[in-house]
T-cell receptor, first 114, second 111 residues
Framework: GAGVSQSPRYKVAKRGQDVALRCDPI?????LFWYQQALGQGPEFLTY????????KSGLPSDRFFAERPEGSVSTLKIQRTQQEDSAVYLC????????????FGEGSRLTVL | RKEVEQDPGPFNVPEGATVAFNCTYS??????FFWYRQDCRKEPKLLMS???SGNEDGRFTAQLNRASQYISLLIRDSKLSDSATYLC????????????FGQGTRLTINP
């Protein structure tokens, strides 16, 4: 497909489990972003990659959150020892470089921590 | 204070009405402004970019007021299909692609 693809679409985890969320950006898109969206809220920035370089991780809420994009394409967001407050939709977005470009979002991975 | 603020609504308006939302931002260095539309349980999709001179796309008009640091979205002749959450997004500053989003304004168009 031509769009941003995320998997899994839905994930239920027990508190304390580790989860990994995958994002396949649009081919050729240099920039990749992860956002967290809680119910009734706007997307909150987590981290940003330009190619394989993680240029900004200021939005990661704790050291339990880790993201990587080793080959500058697919990215993985990992959450260790999940907590209930981690329950949210995790959105991945990609775009061409430059500050006027549109971001294209995937459908998100909905994480529920019990 | 949040970097980008919107009235969460909900706004309930009859079909055919004109509705307008504002969004304020705190970073005076911001250069790029956008309105995204998000349907229930779907991803945000770009509705329109907002340019300094204001821009129009069919029934939608977006405007930027740098002096007062807000952007606006006007929807004329609203349709049932316009029901959605409208998110404003602002970049962090010159040369920064990172977007900061508002909370979103929920709009319902009633028949």
């Amino acid at each position: 497909g031509a769009g941003v693809s995320q998997s899994p679409r839905y994930k239920v985890a027990k508190r304390g489990q580790d989860v990994a969320l995958r994002c396949d950006p649009i081919s050729g898109h240099v920039s990749l972003f992860w956002y967290q969206q809680a119910l009734g809220q706007g997307p909150e920035f987590l981290t940003y990659f330009q190619n394989e370089a993680q240029l900004d991780k200021s939005g990661l809420p704790s050291d339990r959150f880790f993201a990587e994009r080793p080959e500058g394409s697919v990215s993985t967001l990992k959450i260790q020892r999940t907590q209930q407050e981690d329950s949210a939709v995790y959105l991945c977005a990609s775009g061409l470089a430059g500050d006027h470009g549109e971001l294209f979002f995937g459908e998100g991975s909905r994480l529920t921590v019990l | 204070r949040k970097e980008v603020e919107q009235d969460p609504g909900p706004f309930n308006v009859p079909e055919g009405a004109t509705v307008a939302f504002n969004c304020t931002y705190s970073n005076s260095a911001s250069q790029s402004f956008f309105w995204y539309r998000q349907d229930c349980r779907k991803e945000p999709k770009l509705l329109m970019s907002v340019y300094s001179s204001g821009n129009e796309d069919g029934r939608f008009t977006a405007q930027l007021n740098r002096a007062s640091q807000y952007i606006s979205l006007l929807i004329r002749d609203s349709k049932l299909s316009d029901s959605a959450t409208y998110l404003c997004a602002v970049n962090k500053g010159w040369g920064a692609q990172k977007l900061v989003f508002g909370q979103g304004t929920r709009l319902t168009i009633n028949p």
